[in-house]
């Protein structure tokens, strides 16, 4: 590791921080954003020339590199589990291999197989990043650990969005994980089920995530991490993940809090069933996975198993249309399953028995995703139509169009929702649509929160982020799903994308935000504006970004037909 000239503080020492935290400045912040995206496209045989001092893991000694900021460290592409390429596919991971002497940890690993070009992958993809500011083994620091988005079939956890310098700055040990992704993350076949010897399949890629904690807790200390303080967070699938592993008793213990960015959902949303929260049914994932197996020219497991990895990274395109969602949307195809040993039961039955794992929780949602739209994208989407995506929302930006809709999601009780929201003209049931689509995601939040309270006696933070970052999406895609990422890691990359003194000072006050709920469960802290924690009684949520302070969740009588509406909803 390498000793600063002026080191973060360890463990809950970060709390007296004020939010500027390291960087001091928004000059500092500016010149920091800066080095993350110079250091990103820095050639490894570079950076390898200054080598911290090794630090012993399980599998060896191993030396990282210095990171974007000064004082942090950063080892890439550490493997936590062995390669799951030929007898491995489709089994949970086996240890990673051993080596001898130091290796020098200044390269990220393969990214797991998906369809697309641009990095290095291969089946030998379960690697991890670690970034710490740690002078020492066993200072304790509280630790982070992201699960990257992408539907379940695209990401990787060396994506620069989540370079974790400023987080380690401010006193955090920063790990990303890499996990497998479509078919060959999520397969489900019988023959699988009976191999298994639980008789369970499909969920590899959260087998590989639950891998990655226990190397955390095994091997974290060493680099200045806490075990016993692991704070599991992601966005989009990954806070899809987080939201199911906290759900998973083979995740009991691994993490104590959890930061779930986009899509915790009330278990009665039928939104729910097409986000990156969505799950199958064990027999509905099984005959799916036969019938994929039978697209692909194979009718055995060894025929599977015998095929390039090239030939199953078609996840992207494919959606389950099974599932009904009250609207045009459907899930990705491959996803979590509800399988009796990962994932014993859904949302909802496992809140009624109260047997969630026990984790503090801070989660949210984003002003312009889930359909909503930006008032100057009216006349692109209009053009554009649908996102014919697994996954997408449908977007409403016509009259016929948002009634049509209204009548399909909501049956009967359509009248009173086009009373409540009412639209005569194009523009009006555009605005009258992101009115609904916002209100739908808080409402759904604070729901959730209450159900999750039932059977947890810690606190519930939630949040919606509202800042539209620069860039030449602006107009298009506003406060877009994932927009949130690049200020909560305090990454604002890429660099030329026209970042102002507002961003870096919105992402100096999210960092720190973050930084203190990894820290104590309480993401408040001196010169922040106060965040307080969900109450039953007072259905509103934390605005971040544009501004900062309690919003309600709805109005009154909206939030009165939201809870009516979902009360007809099956829950999921």
């Known amino acids: ?59 060896g000694l191993v030396s990282g590199i210095p990171a974007a900021l000064p004082g942090v460290t950063v080892y890439r592409g550490l493997p936590f589990a062995a390669s799951t390429a030929g007898k491995n596919r489709w089994r949970p991971p086996r240890p990673a291999p051993s080596w001898k002497g130091v290796r020098v940890a200044d390269t990220f690993g393969d990214a797991p197989p998906q369809a697309g070009t641009g990095f290095a992958m291969s089946e030998d ?53 890499n996990y497998r992704l479509g078919a060959l993350g ?15 399949s499909g969920n590899y890629g959260l087998l590989d995530q639950i891998a990655a904690l226990r190397w955390v807790r095994r091997n974290i200390e060493a ?11 992601g966005q989009s699938a990954g806070a899809g993940s987080t939201d199911l592993l906290a759900l ?62 090239q030939e199953l990274t078609d996840a992207a395109t494919l959606k389950d249309t099974t599932v009904d969602t009250g609207t045009v949307a459907e899930p990705p195809l491959f996803r979590p399953v509800v399988d009796g040993w990962v994932i014993p039961a859904g949302y909802d039955a496992t809140y009624r028995r109260r047997a969630q794992n026990d984790v503090w929780y ?38 016929d169009d948002y009634t049509s809709a209204a009548h399909r999601k909501f049956g009967t009780l359509a009248d009173e929702f086009l009373t409540l929201y009412p639209a005569a003209t194009d523009d009006e049931a555009a605005l009258a649509s992101n ?25 519930v933070h939630t949040y919606f982020w509202t800042h539209r970052p620069p860039g030449p999406d602006h107009d298009i895609r506003g406060a877009y799903h994932g927009s949130e990422i690049a200020y909560f890691f305090g990454s604002l990359y ?21 930084a203190n709920y990894i820290a104590k469960g309480d993401p408040n802290g001196p010169g922040l504006p106060t965040w307080h924690a969900y109450a039953r009684n007072s259905p509103t949520v934390m605005e971040v970004g544009e501004h900062y302070g309690p919003i309600p969740v709805a109005s009154a009588v909206k939030l009165d037909f939201w809870k009516r509406y979902f009360a007809t909803q099956d829950a999921w």
């Open 186 to 200: 999520f397969l489900a076949t019988p023959e699988l089920s009976r191999e298994s010897g639980h008789g369970a």
């Open 435 to 459: 009115d609904a689509v916002r209100d739908n995601s808080r409402v759904s939040a604070y729901l959730w929160a209450g159900e999750w309270s039932r059977g947890s006696r810690l606190p």
């Open 362 to 399: 801070l989660a949210g949602n984003n002003l312009d995703e889930s359909g909503a739209v930006p008032e100057t994208a009216f006349n692109y989407w209009r053009s554009a139509g649908y996102p014919d995506r697994p996954g997408a929302p449908p977007v409403h930006v016509t009259l």
């Open 125 to 177: 993809c379960l690697n991890l990043n670690v970034w710490t500011a740690a002078t020492r083994a066993g200072e304790r620091r509280p630790v982070y650990v992201w699960l990257y988005g992408g539907g379940f079939s695209g990401g990787r956890g060396s994506d620069p969005l989540f370079d974790g310098s400023t987080l380690a700055s401010k006193g955090v040990v920063v790990v990303t994980v």
């Open 223 to 233: 680099f200045g991490g806490d075990p016993d303080r692991v704070t599991l967070g």
């Open 248 to 309: 998973s008793p083979l995740a009991s213990g691994l993490f104590h809090r959890a930061i779930a960015q986009s899509q915790v959902r009330y278990p009665r949303d039928p939104e729910l069933r097409y986000l990156g929260t969505s799950w199958r049914k064990k027999a509905t994932a099984e005959s799916q996975g036969v019938a994929y197996a039978a697209s692909h020219g194979a009718s055995t497991l060894a025929e599977m198993r015998a095929l390039p990895w």
């Open 1 to 59: 590791m390498h000793f600063p000239d002026h080191p973060a503080p360890s463990g809950d020492d970060s709390q007296a921080w004020d939010r500027r935290g390291f960087l001091g400045r928004t000059a500092g912040l500016a010149a920091g954003t800066a080095a993350l995206a110079a250091f990103a496209a820095e050639p490894a045989s570079a950076a390898a020339s200054s080598a911290s001092t090794p630090v012993r893991t399980e599998s």
């Open 494 to 514: 890429p660099a030329d994308q026209g970042w102002t003194s507002t961003d870096h000072e919105i992402a100096d006050t999210m960092t720190s935000y973050v």
